[in-house]
């Protein structure tokens, strides 16, 4: 039996989707592409998720450097490791629980915030390692009247 508009019996007599367009209602929610296993089903679980292993632990390693008083080392592993992410989320097919969002998404997020904490660690005071003149113009424009 034909259940909504936008169905139509297959050879069985049971619907299946004629059209592109969405159904009305949202019964399940799609998984995010390249979600699928890293390792074969049969691998033990951390085994299966190694990229997101080996994000979260190079975070996890930054944010402890980070407490040890090496603030600059500390969040250019975090930068790197997210610039990470972002490289096994577009080079992989499969990178597990890695996979958020579309690859776009997870891509430009992962770079993106990568990035810009890599730059911040580069700007760190005192003897910053990367020195960007019109910062401090746009500083002095923002507190002069």
């Known amino acids: 039996m034909v259940r909504d508009a936008v169905s139509a019996p297959d050879a069985t007599g049971r619907p299946r989707r004629v059209t592109r367009r969405f159904p009305l209602f949202t019964r399940d929610t799609a998984p995010p592409e390249g979600g699928g296993r890293a390792a074969p089903g049969g691998a033990p679980a951390p085994a299966?998720?190694?990229p997101l292993?080996?994000?979260v632990g190079l975070v996890?390693?930054?944010l402890l450097i980070?407490?040890?008083d090496e603030f600059r080392a500390g969040t250019l592993i975090i930068g790197l490791a997210l610039l990470g992410g972002a490289v096994l989320r577009w080079l992989l097919p499969d990178?597990?629980?890695l996979a958020v969002r579309s690859r776009f998404t997870d891509i430009?997020?992962?770079?993106v915030l990568g990035l810009a904490i890599v730059l911040?660690?580069?700007m760190i005071q005192p003897d910053p390692l990367l020195k960007l003149p019109f910062l401090k113009d746009i500083l002095h424009f923002t507190l002069t009247k």
Request: aromatic share 10%.
């Open 108 to 111: 430009a997020t992962y770079g």
């Open 95 to 97: 990178v597990g629980m």
């Open 120 to 122: 911040l660690a580069l």
């Open 66 to 68: 980070t407490a040890l």
């Open 48 to 50: 299966r998720q190694w």
């Open 53 to 55: 292993l080996t994000v």
């Open 60 to 62: 996890a390693l930054g």
